[in-house]
């Protein structure tokens, strides 16, 4: 019989970026959710997805990792409609707060999907299929012995440089200090991205730059180009 031990050492548990909290979904939320992912939703897959067939057209991708409640997701795919968006997302009353707003708005540019995104980006997505990835206020996992934890490493980094098209660009923000150096280190030490002066302006203000307000934290945002 195998130990308990020597199981761990030759299958060792993936680290998460997440944990799962089970937060209370209003009865809108549990609807979109049971009524509307065969039309906003998609599964989880090992294999590489069709992204012209998910969406049902061919446009440049749009990624949104951790995307909170959709507001940010929903309002970039309103402003621009010839452009496709995939949010990915962990928790359920955020996913279903997004397909509300998409269903409401009849964005049929919005997909979402509620898995690990860093297994979404290995798996699921193509090989140089993104013209940009959004990551915004990620969980900044502050106590020293929880930063392995955090998403933004240099694996995460090499694989966005895989999924991402020549020129396509990484746009982060966050409000931890000690986060925005270990990023932006992280992105420095990369021979695959180029900072850029400037970041996309588009960003719409979410509830977290308002937490970030009320701890006196200032916002740090930064994007890099897929050279």
Request: aromatic residues 8%; negative net charge.
């Amino acid at each position: 019989m195998t130990s308990d031990n020597t199981s761990q050492s030759r299958f060792p548990r993936a680290i998460r970026s997440f944990v799962k909290r089970q937060g209370r979904m209003t009865t809108g939320q549990r609807r979109a959710l049971d009524e509307h992912w065969a039309e906003v939703g998609v599964d989880f897959s090992d294999t590489a997805l069709d992204l012209t067939s998910v969406f049902g057209r061919e446009a440049p991708v749009i990624l949104e990792i951790g995307f909170g409640n959709g507001d940010n997701l929903a309002d970039l795919a309103e402003q621009n409609p010839q452009q496709n968006f995939l949010g990915i997302e962990v928790h359920e009353p955020g996913v279903g707060a997004c397909i509300m707003k998409a269903i409401d708005r009849e964005l049929d540019n919005v997909r979402v999907m509620r898995h690990d995104a860093v297994e979404v980006l290995r798996e699921s997505i193509p090989g140089q299929s993104l013209s940009r990835v959004n990551l915004f206020f990620p969980d900044p996992w502050h106590k020293k012995r929880h930063h392995k934890r955090r998403i933004v490493q240099p694996d995460f980094v090499r694989l966005l440089a895989e999924k991402l098209q020549p020129g396509g660009v990484f746009h982060v923000a966050t409000d931890w200090p000690n986060y925005a150096e270990h990023i932006a280190a992280i992105m420095t030490a990369s021979d695959q991205f180029a900072a850029l002066e400037q970041c996309p302006d588009d960003r719409s203000v979410s509830r977290f730059d308002t937490r970030g307000q009320k701890l006196g934290h200032e916002n740090w945002e930064r994007a890099w180009v897929r050279i």
